[in-house]
T-cell receptor
């Protein structure tokens, strides 16, 4: 059973397009996250949701909009894609009060051409 | 603010060599400290943790001791294997923090 799953695994698209990445966790966790990992492996948190409420919103362009339809899902929509958005995006989840123990999805490699 | 600094890689070792990956931190109060590992093509996994000074976290032959006096949490393994090749991230979480601060990662290559 996959604990944290993401779709798609790979996404290649052109500048200016709008795309979405989906994330689902079946661990019963209350908190979900989106991270961006650049080509040098530097990992940066983008958003965090707890029970469908936004609790962390780092300095991210407003072209990025997370949506949490329920506490098991956190999707990431990106408008007007730019070359600099190319990266690997990871979804993660954790139990409340155990935010240090995060379970990561396999990642979505986004390439913008 | 809180931050984590870890040694830059890549680190290349032969199988059965001794491994140390250095990590130091800056934080107010008493953070919890972690090492995460990212195997090729996968997401990060929690490797070990320590929640207070002098605690030693250990898992899969890896160890790290929370040293408050030197603000360090160095990762060690006595005899590495090819399967240990991965990127290792040192991380911290402040008291009542709702997020983790990750270091920049250290890539480890183990040669057979």
């Amino acid at each position: 059973d996959t604990a944290v799953s993401q779709t798609p695994k790979y996404l290649v698209t052109q500048m200016g397009n709008d795309k979405s990445i989906k994330c689902e966790q079946n661990l019963g966790h209350d908190t979900m996250y989106w991270y961006k990992q650049d080509s040098k492996k530097f990992l940066k948190i983008m958003f965090s949701y707890n029970n469908k409420e936004l609790i962390i919103n780092e300095t991210v362009p407003n072209r990025f909009s997370p949506k949490s339809p329920d506490k098991a899902h956190l999707n990431l929509h990106i408008n007007s894609l730019e070359l600099g958005d190319s990266a690997v995006y990871f979804c993660a989840s954790s139990q409340i009060d155990r935010e240090y123990e995060q379970y990561f999805g396999p990642g979505t490699r986004l390439t913008v051409t | 603010g809180n931050s984590v600094t870890q040694m830059e890689g890549p680190v290349t070792l032969s199988e059965e060599a001794f491994l140390t990956i250095n990590c130091t931190y800056t934080a107010t109060g008493y953070p919890s400290l972690f090492w995460y590992v990212q195997y090729p093509g996968e997401g990060l996994q929690l490797l070990l943790k320590a929640t207070k000074a002098d605690d030693k976290g250990s898992n899969k032959g890896f160890e790290a001791t929370y040293r408050k006096e030197t603000t360090s949490f160095h990762l060690e393994k006595g005899s590495v294997q090819v399967s240990d090749s991965a990127v290792y991230f040192c991380a911290l979480s402040g008291y009542r923090d709702d997020k983790i601060i990750f270091g920049k990662g250290t890539r480890l290559h183990i040669l057979p």
